[in-house]
Structures are given as C-alpha cells and as structure tokens.
C-alpha cells in the first residue's frame, strides 16, 4: 500500500466503499447485479465450449474403437463442464435471491418500525384515555319528554301510558 509523506495510507480502510455497498439496498442490488452479469455471461460461453468440446471428444476416434467407446472417453469432460455449468447456474440464482431478500429485509423493517409506533400510540392512549365530558340531555331536568316509552318513570294510576307486550 502505498503512503503520502506523513506516512498515512491513501485509504484509511480499504473495505469501506464495501461497507457502504452492503448498508444500502439499492447499491447492494447493483453490486450483486454486476457479479450476475458476469457470471451469466461466463455461463453463455461456457456453453459454447461445452458444445464443441462434447462435438470434438466424441468425434475423435481411434482406430479399433468400438461402439460408444468415443462416448465413453469424453463422458468426464462433459461431465466436469456439466458442473461448473450447474454451478454458475445456482450462483446466478442465489445471486438474485440475496438481492430480493436484501430488499424485502428493509421493507419488514420499516414495517417493524411503523407498527412499533403505532403500539405505542396505542399503549399510550390505553394508559392516559381523553377525558370527555357527559353529554347533556335537557329531557332529565323533570320535563318529561313524549312517548318515554319502556325506559320512563310510570305509574300505576295512569294505565294508558303504558304498552303492552
């Protein structure tokens, strides 16, 4: 690492620009969208050579060869390149899933934070409730309002106030 005349390094820490990439969401979907381009297009021309090598080591015969035995000596290329090929492909999805996990992981914590508030505001409504004020009602002041009905005062002198069931 190189160093100015003081004797500082140019760059105080060198995972810095990394740790800013892995604190945003949006620069670590792009990050790992960049690694996924390279690795799809490794995979692309990774499959061309597989193709010709599979055209190449099965056409090559030797003399005396007998039926499938071309097959048989270019099963382990194949195979080798089958792998690496299946593997680029599970490096190309769990590259993806990281991404959309990043991103649903800081939607649930803005979900956890909001409905944290809110319990809150509950809570702190739960333990200092608004007092309200009773609301008047003018028919309770002695005026007996028409047709009580079965909430009233009755009496047993004035039979015709009363209803029956």
Same mark, same amino acid.
């Given at each position: 690492m190189s160093t100015e005349n003081n004797g500082q390094p140019f760059f105080d820490d060198p995972n810095a620009a990394l740790r800013e990439i892995a604190q945003n969401p949006a620069a670590y979907a792009h990050y790992l969208a960049d690694f996924n381009r390279v690795v799809l297009d490794m995979q692309a021309k990774l499959e061309i050579v597989q193709r010709e090598a599979r055209a190449h080591c099965r056409g090559t015969r030797v003399e005396g060869d007998k039926m499938g035995q071309?097959?048989?000596?270019?099963?382990?290329?194949?195979?080798?390149?089958?792998?690496?090929? *299946? +593997?680029?492909?599970?490096?190309?999805?769990?590259?993806?899933?990281? $991404?959309? *996990?990043?991103?649903?992981?800081?939607?649930?914590? *803005?979900?956890?934070?909001?409905?944290?508030?809110?319990? $809150?505001?509950?809570?702190?409504? *739960?333990?200092?409730?608004?007092?309200? $004020? $009773?609301?008047? +009602? @003018?028919?309770?002041?002695?005026?007996?309002? @028409?047709?009580?009905?079965?909430?009233? @005062?009755?009496?047993?002198?004035?039979?015709?106030?009363?209803?029956?069931?």
């Open positions: 071309a097959f048989l000596r270019s099963f382990p290329v194949e195979k080798s390149l089958n792998d690496v090929l *299946k +593997n680029l492909k599970s490096i190309s999805s769990g590259l993806e899933k990281s $991404a959309h *996990k990043r991103h649903a992981r800081d939607e649930k914590v *803005k979900e956890v934070r909001k409905s944290r508030k809110e319990k $809150a505001q509950l809570k702190a409504r *739960k333990n200092n409730p608004t007092l309200q $004020a $009773a609301p008047e +009602n @003018p028919g309770q002041q002695g005026a007996q309002g @028409p047709n009580m009905g079965y909430g009233g @005062p009755t009496s047993i002198y004035n039979p015709d106030r009363r209803e029956s069931a």
